[in-house]
């Protein structure tokens, strides 16, 4: 749904990863100097977005390491 404001309809593939996801959501979130609230429907998507970039870009970080130390 476009501008669904709060409902959130992102499934995790492993459900049991929610709390870690949360945490490092917030790491991220911290690496960029964005304090994480409950509610983030303030922030503009360019923000709650950046989060999410970042994330990806550390988890294809952490992948392509694990790779090359199977060598």
Known sequence: MPGGGQNNTNQLLVPQARAAMERFKVETAS?????????????????????????????IQAYEQSLAGRS
């Not at 960029?32 to 988890?59: A, F, Q």
């Open 31 to 59: 690496e960029l100097g964005i304090n994480v609230t409950p509610y983030m429907g303030d922030l503009p998507s360019r923000v709650n977005g950046s989060i999410g970039g970042y994330m990806v870009k550390k988890m």
